[in-house]
């Protein structure tokens, strides 16, 4: 889509205001120009549309538009908001899954990303993975790279290229790391940090004013960072507050043991980061696990409650980005997500390549439902009660199943909160940038998983409905027909044609 020309698109929309909210539209107008949602009028007929359209494009002062009409059984979503992932893993997906989380990282992790000091191929392999994420309908993308400046630079060019909204970080890591993968000393590892985020910063926007790679401070985990490594890149946080963060907190028993041990003047894992000023409202922190799991065991009263974990993430107003995929791969654990979003926590989703097996954000929206049922049963089984069921809305979460609108939340407007842009993309409301997936459960998409047909095409609510939940559960790339990023077309499967 030519950024200069408006573009109107006709048919159903489906997004979501909060984690409890699903609006579906069936008959939506909505006008994208210079990349923004121009307009959105959300209820027009079709004997009605032609007027419409007439009248909303003249209040523009638009005398020329491409329209869009979406066939029966294609709707729009906001894209997908991956909020943790490791660009330079991909090429282990599907390998190591009989390791746990550090012995994962020395054998699996560690040796593959050491050979992204080849830059060749850095750019060969960043290129597949981000033209896959975007073909998945990742729309914006949390990425880790290695610990070289140079490959790091690299990604953040090929998702500047290619047109996906990103965070770009370079790993710090000084310590508890291998030999021929680990940085000389603090000092080496801040200059090479400001290099990045100089070069990310350097990128033209195609369209002048609308950034979308951004720079990222990435402390790999406590473990591999020295606290002079923790406190210079507090230093860095502290003097640009615009500086987005991410890191990875109590993902696996082993790990939060080892972070007590050196950490032992830090009352938890989250008070490691809080101290170094590392927690804030930009800060994206993956998994949590385990958080409060002292808490949990030891019947906690309400003071050890107001000082938990959980609180002091909440009221520095951090993220938390739940990677069920790779919490299940790699046996870390089942984060307690519903309780997380009833306490008012910032919630949404990652991959977490190669940890997780699966780059599409859709494996992590199935395995974030079936964590969530496991929480329940769980919960039925100590209580000896019958498996609570998702239907009274909005009713807490906790322990109990989260049902389709969460689900969708997750994957999309709680990743923009996560990531600090629920102003600029999340949902389809006017004002916000037109990030956004074309869906299709045709037959031609040549996915049988999710065909429909008869009724199940009506544009109602109701149908539409149920298109979302086949989609989100037995859907995938065939079915993601096109992919927009800032209006712009720049992936899924009509862009390849
Ligand atoms: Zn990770």
């Given at each position: 889509m030519a950024s200069s020309l408006p573009t109107i698109f006709y048919g159903p929309i489906l997004h979501t205001l909060n984690h409890h909210t699903l609006q579906i539209l069936p008959r939506a107008l909505l006008a994208v120009a210079g990349g923004r949602i121009a307009w959105l009028i959300e209820n027009v007929l079709p004997s009605d549309s032609g007027d419409t359209i007439r009248s909303a494009a003249a209040s523009k002062g638009w005398h020329v538009a491409r329209l869009h009409a979406l066939k029966d059984g294609e709707f729009i979503i906001p894209g997908f908001i991956d909020t943790h992932t490791h660009a330079?893993?991909?090429?282990?997906?599907?390998?190591?899954?009989?390791?746990?989380l550090l012995g994962w990282l020395h054998h699996i992790t560690f040796p593959t990303e050491s050979r992204f000091k080849d830059l060749e191929y850095a750019r060969r392999t960043y290129e597949s993975v981000v033209r896959r994420t975007l073909d998945c309908g990742t729309t914006t993308c949390c990425y880790y790279a290695t610990l070289h400046e140079e490959a790091t630079n690299i990604l953040a060019d090929v998702v500047h290229k290619l047109g996906q909204r990103a965070f770009v970080g370079k790993c710090n890591m000084d310590?508890?790391?291998p030999d021929h993968y680990c940085e000389p000393s603090a000092q080496v590892s801040i200059e090479a940090t400001q290099g990045t985020i100089q070069h990310i910063r350097g990128l033209k926007p195609a369209i002048p004013g609308m950034n979308l790679v951004h720079p990222i401070l990435t402390p790999r985990f406590a473990i591999s960072c020295t606290p002079e490594l923790l406190g210079s890149l507090g230093e860095l946080a502290r003097v640009d507050r615009t500086l987005a963060i991410q890191t990875h907190i109590s993902e696996n028993p082993s790990e939060v043991d080892f972070v007590r041990t050196l950490f032992p003047?830090?009352?938890?894992y989250a008070h490691v980061y809080d101290a170094y000023g590392?927690?804030?409202?930009n800060t994206v922190l993956a998994h949590?696990?385990?958080?409060?799991s002292d808490l949990l065991d030891a019947g906690a009263d309400e003071e050890a409650i107001s000082e938990s974990e959980i609180e002091l993430i909440l009221s520095r107003g951090a993220g938390l980005s739940h990677c069920p995929t790779s919490n299940l791969n790699l046996r870390s654990g089942v984060a307690r997500v519903g309780e997380w979003l009833d306490r008012g926590l910032k919630v949404s989703l990652g991959t977490d390549v190669s940890g997780g097996y699966s780059p599409s954000m859709l494996d992590a929206v199935r395995h974030a439902s079936f964590c969530s049922k496991l929480v329940a049963m769980e919960h039925a089984r100590k209580e000896n009660s019958t498996l609570p069921v998702?239907?009274?809305?909005?009713?807490?979460?906790?322990n109990r199943q989260l049902p389709l609108e969460t689900l969708l939340f997750l994957a999309t407007l709680g990743g923009a909160e996560v990531c600090n842009l629920a102003s600029e993309v999340g949902n389809l409301v006017?004002?916000?940038?037109?990030?956004?997936l074309v869906v299709s459960l045709r037959?031609?998409?040549?996915?049988?998983?999710v065909w429909v047909e008869g009724d199940e095409l009506q544009r109602s609510e109701e149908s539409l409905q149920i298109l979302l939940e086949k989609f989100l559960l037995c859907g995938d790339d065939?079915?993601?027909r096109a992919v927009y990023v800032a209006g712009r077309l720049a992936g899924g499967a009509d862009a390849s044609i």
């Open positions: 330079p893993q991909f090429p282990n997906l599907g390998r190591g899954q009989d390791y746990e310590r508890e790391s003047d830090c009352r938890t590392l927690l804030r409202e949590g696990c385990h958080l409060d998702a239907n009274g809305k909005p009713a807490p979460l906790g006017p004002g916000k940038s037109f990030d956004a037959p031609e998409t040549r996915n049988p998983n065939r079915n993601i």
